[in-house]
């Protein structure tokens, strides 16, 4: 299909689903039609994320973040700007950025889908599956580093990675090649000129999806309402299950909220027994340092994180350190309710998969971190504390959270395993389960 048929067939699309478009929910508009790699067509993604910006002032402060504080986040020289933004987000959605045609960064950050993909592990180009669950792109300007591993230092940094990476969008080392279909389009000429007062160049690509990503801040849910003094923002249960995450669940040991952490990642990396399903580490560990020996390079790096079965070892592609095996970045836990499936892998379907996990004590392997441990959760708390992680969604993702509860609370209780006692009572201890030598067998 030729650009301007394409784009022809996008706005009338668009014009159709904005007057389509339920007032109660951004969500509600349902429709069959789909784009490639299965995500949804960007002109209905973009008519969805126009309603839940519908009016927020994207350059001011986001309500309830303290204006020091958010100041101190946007990195000087890529300043907040409304030119700067509506460059991101057309980028957003620009197919033309990837070597076939068929790859945004909407793509696998689905505005429908919680800003993710909804799949275990995302598509790419050619149909190509990485080995990385795609991280929903709201709230990301309060992470100290980006990927699951944490190789990206800035948002402005990562939005640039997927584009030249093999198995993503697929684009060439070569910033020119990169830019190639969109420097003489007069709209963007226009549009990177009001932004940045410089031609079309592949540097500031990613300096204007840093800005769009960074204006992506959605904190407005029933548990900071419950903060502030709005009794019945939340459930009870929801009350029980903060209780909870701050005492015998111990998930503020690596979650804490606060007004300074309002998404709910301590920012630091863990190994908590997800990817250790008969793992070798070890082995895979020796493969991974002999790579990087020889060729330790970004696209290097993000090759092993991303296209190889050396991505279980996690953030220990990027340091090298063997406390880091198998280690992950802390998930944030804002909009929690809408971002499954879980985990690096996406491996987890549902929060009760999630709080199940931890529950009993992780899967053993020897890295595993040392606060990992059973909890003796009731199943009663269990649902508890699921109750509040779902009160940690946006309010304008409300109709998405409450299907997205009913859905998971209905899997969660045809699929569940019986409770192992024995282990989340800590009658048997996680190491005592671990046995090494069937581990390095892959048993």
């Known amino acids: ?173 070569d910033p020119e090649k990169i830019i190639a279909g969109i420097k003489d389009d007069p709209e963007y000429k226009a549009m990177f000129q009001a932004a940045y007062g410089r031609d079309v160049n592949y540097p500031d690509v990613g300096n204007a999806l840093g800005v769009f990503e960074r204006c992506l801040v959605f904190l407005d849910n029933p548990f900071f309402r419950y903060m502030n003094g709005d009794e019945d923002a939340i459930s009870q249960d929801a009350k029980e299950g903060w209780k909870i995450f701050n005492n015998q669940g111990r998930c503020a040991s690596c979650h804490q909220i606060s007004p300074s952490n309002p998404v709910g990642s301590n920012n630091k990396f863990h190994n908590i027994g997800v990817a250790a399903h008969n793992q070798d580490f070890e082995t895979m560990a020796a493969r991974a340092l002999a790579a990087l020996e020889s060729d330790a390079s970004e696209s290097a790096v993000d090759e092993l994180a991303l296209n190889s079965d050396l991505s279980e070892l996690g953030r220990f592609i990027v340091t090298k350190n063997p406390t880091d095996i198998g280690a992950y970045r802390t998930s944030p836990l804002t909009n929690v309710g809408v971002s499954g499936p879980y985990m690096h892998d996406g491996s987890m379907e549902t929060l009760w998969d999630v709080v199940d996990h931890y529950n009993k004590g992780g899967i053993p392997n020897r890295y595993l971190d040392g606060g990992i441990e059973p909890l003796n959760l009731t199943d009663r708390q269990v649902d508890q504390l699921v109750a509040f992680l779902f009160s940690l969604t946006d309010v304008r993702f409300a109709d998405e959270n409450a299907k997205e509860f009913a859905k998971q609370r209905s899997a969660a209780a045809k699929s569940r395993p019986e409770r192992d006692v024995d282990v989340s009572t800590r009658r048997v201890l996680s190491f005592e389960k671990f046995d090494a030598t069937a581990a390095k067998k892959g048993e």
């Open 1 to 173: 299909m030729k650009n301007t048929t394409l784009k022809r067939w996008r706005n009338v699309v668009a014009a159709l689903v904005v007057g389509a478009l339920s007032a109660s929910s951004a969500f509600a508009q349902e429709t069959t039609l789909k784009s490639e790699h299965g995500a949804t067509p960007e002109p209905i993604q973009e008519a969805v994320l126009d309603k839940l910006l519908e009016g927020v002032d994207v350059c001011a402060p986001p309500k309830g973040v303290d204006e020091e504080y958010w100041a101190s986040l946007i990195p000087e020289g890529n300043e907040i700007t409304p030119e700067r933004f509506a460059l991101g987000k057309k980028l957003y959605f620009e197919r033309r950025l990837s070597s076939d045609g068929t790859v945004s960064c909407a793509t696998c950050h689905d505005i429908k889908r919680g800003f993710g993909d909804a799949r275990a592990t995302s598509e790419g180009v050619g149909d190509q599956i990485g080995n990385r669950n795609a991280p929903p792109t709201f709230n990301v300007t309060f992470l100290h580093t980006m990927f699951w591993d944490g190789r990206s230092p800035t948002v402005e940094h990562q939005a640039m990675q997927p584009i030249v990476n093999p198995i993503e969008m697929g684009m060439p080392l």
